[in-house]
């Protein structure tokens, strides 16, 4: 199985401490063997979850990645967004991730935009496009607080046009999905390059849970490859690793150039996808 041409990128979380620090450094340079396009960092608009952040940026550009930093409209002003934007200058980050960020009580809250803030995230991406390349958020089987596909085409669309040039999609599992909200987006006429976000199934109870909150169908046929692995790390390591793969390449058969790897800070997990794919040649320790 080899995707050569394939550019991957990936998203890495920041820890909670410094320990955690010197894990995500060395998490990052073995990440290198893939040659990223970039590297995302999430982030935590309050406090020291923000400082966290800022600290996870530092040690993906010391490693001499490209970073994309997330930036979320939820729970701040605007005053709030512009002050991480000149930390992200000054940091040398050259990708902004434009996020509204999911409500503090979850999916089943009602989001409120913060009073001083940005409404929607369109407002958000052209207040930064002028600054940095934007990235946004897509989802091709409907936000959980969505409507419809049509409703998130408005959105998608609303965002593109306030500049946002790529779009990152939530983790699918069922590629008919993705295919058919990209057909949705080229029958719309909305100009962005759709990259598929791929979350390798480290453990398949989690990962399950997880799908259910955000709505991404989990094929049954999929969930057979784990049966029974619950309790085996190995074996589990193996099939998932197998799996994103496999998915990987069927989406370049229909003309995937780039996709994003979610790896929760697990280096093991998204090499073994990207020596499958024949992006690296062996897995380094």
Known sequence: MTATALAVSFE?????????????????????????????????????????S????????EAGFEVAGHLTCVGQSVADVHAVVERYEHL???????????????????????????????????????????????YPERHPQSPSIDHDLDVLADK?????????TQ?????????????GVLARGIDVTIVPGIFPIHSFPAVARFAARCGAVMPASVAERFAGLDDDP??????????????????AEHGVEHV?????????LALAVCERLGLVQSVPS
Do not use: C, W
């Open 12 to 52: 890495v979380f920041p820890p909670k401490n410094l320990d955690g620090l010197d894990q995500l450094a060395a998490t990052v340079d073995r990440l290198a063997a893939a040659d990223p396009a970039f590297v995302s960092v999430t982030y935590g608009a309050g406090g020291t979850d923000r400082e966290r």
């Open 54 to 61: 800022f600290d996870a940026i530092r040690v993906v550009r």
């Open 92 to 138: 040398g980050v050259s990708q902004i991730v434009a996020l509204r960020g999911d409500p503090p009580g979850g999916f089943d809250a009602a989001y409120e935009p913060h009073a001083d803030g940005y409404e929607r995230t369109s407002h958000l991406v052209e207040a930064v496009a002028g600054r940095f390349d934007v990235a946004v958020s897509a």
């Open 160 to 168: 593109v046009a306030a500049g946002a040039r790529r779009a990152v």
């Open 171 to 183: 983790m699918f599992f069922d590629n008919t999905s993705f295919l058919g909200f990209r057909h």
């Open 234 to 251: 190995a074996a589990t390591h193996e099939v998932a690793a197998e799996v994103a793969a496999a998915q990987i390449a069927e989406l």
């Open 260 to 268: 994003h790897l979610y790896t929760l800070n697990r280096a093991d």
